[in-house]
Each structure stands twice: as C-alpha cells, then as structure tokens.
C-alpha cells in the first residue's frame, strides 16, 4: 500500500531535549517535504527536499533541521525545542513540486507535538 | 518563495447550496492545481486537480476551474452535504493556501 508514515503520532517535550520526528515513504518519490500546521494559518513549509542529499529551507525553518540521506526517509530535527514550536506536523511526499512530473502530495498522518 | 493566496478563510453554507473557494497564485511557469481536504483530526488528501493545459474539470458535485491569465483557479461544490464539511487547502508547487473552513449546515 502505497503510504507515508509518520512517527511518534503524539509527543509532550521539555523544553530544550533535542528530537526526531521520523517520515518514511514507499512510493519512491523524489520530492518529499515538512509543514507545521497552527489554527488559522493553514499548512506552512518548514524544509523541502528535492532529492537526496538536497534540502532547503521553506517559510519557516528557524529551529528546525533535516536530513536527506535516503531517498525513503526525510526525519525532522528539533535541536533544542521550545514552546513556539508546539504545532501539529506534517511530512509530505510527491514525484516532484514541478514540470510534467508534478503530482500529487500524499501526506503522513501527523505528528502532534508540545513542548512544555 | 512563491505565494499562493486562499479566499475565504471561512465559508457557511445550507445544505444543497453552492460554495466556491478562491485561490490565486504567482508563478506564472506553474502547471499543476491541486485541492486537498482535510477533515477533522485527519491527513489532507487530494480531491481534485487540474493542470494547465485544461480551464475546467469536473468530478460529480466538485469541480476545479482555472484562469492562467489571471493565476486563479477555484474549487466549486454543488449541493453541499453535511460531509463537505471540512478545511479546504489549494496548493501551487507544493505550497499550500491558508485553508478555507467550510460549514455546511443541515
């Protein structure tokens, strides 16, 4: 089944303790990419990767790290998590943001994070 | 990055109403339209898309209408139900609207 998956679904932090938040996907998709959702201001990208090894930063990334070692896997990094970044969370895969290619996003189920 | 505007952010309707929700966008190279829905407590998933070398689509109640000229395209709901009820995101290049709540009351 083709999927994104997302994990922890919920997590309650301390302020300050470094964490993951892991995305992994089987459809072989280039594009893959992280958004934090907060009531009223809809869906906004914090770091995008075109392919592996090619990341950038999107609207909002201050806080926030990523890697693209494999093609699979995209996981989020809160070096030192603070309470502005409680938020629910989204990882998001498609064959590619642009030209022919560009497809659909196929979206993890959401990661809802607080940060006490 | 580019921007993609969403109106309304908010939209109250009767049951078999119409609703229309609103975006426009800015990179005029861009040729794929997608909306997505997201019902409470749950993942945006695709509804319907269009891409730019159409003006219309069509899918039963839903439709998608594009406007390259002026870098809009909308999303049409006839004879809403109940279970329209959701948020409503448009996106352009993997950048998403704001989101628009619709009601839907019985």
Known sequence: EAQVTQNPRYLITVTGKKLTVTCSQNMNHEYMSWYRQDPGLGLRQIYYSMNVEVTDKGDVPEGYKVSRKEKRNFPLILESPSPNQTSLYFCASSFSRTGTRNTEAFFGQGTRLTVV | ?106
């Open chain 2, 1 to 106: 990055g580019e921007n993609v505007e969403q109106h309304p952010s908010t939209l109250s309707v009767q049951e078999g109403d119409s609703a229309v929700i609103k975006c426009t966008y800015s990179d005029s190279a861009s040729n794929y339209f997608p909306w997505y829905k997201q019902e409470l407590g749950k993942r945006p998933q695709l509804i319907i898309d269009i891409r730019s070398n159409v003006g219309e689509k069509k899918d039963q109640r839903i439709a998608v209408t594009l406007n390259k000229t002026a870098k809009h395209f909308s999303l049409h709901i006839t004879e809403t139900q109940p279970e329209d009820s959701a948020v409503y995101f448009c996106a352009n290049d993997m950048r998403f609207g704001a989101g628009t709540r619709l009601t839907v009351k019985p």
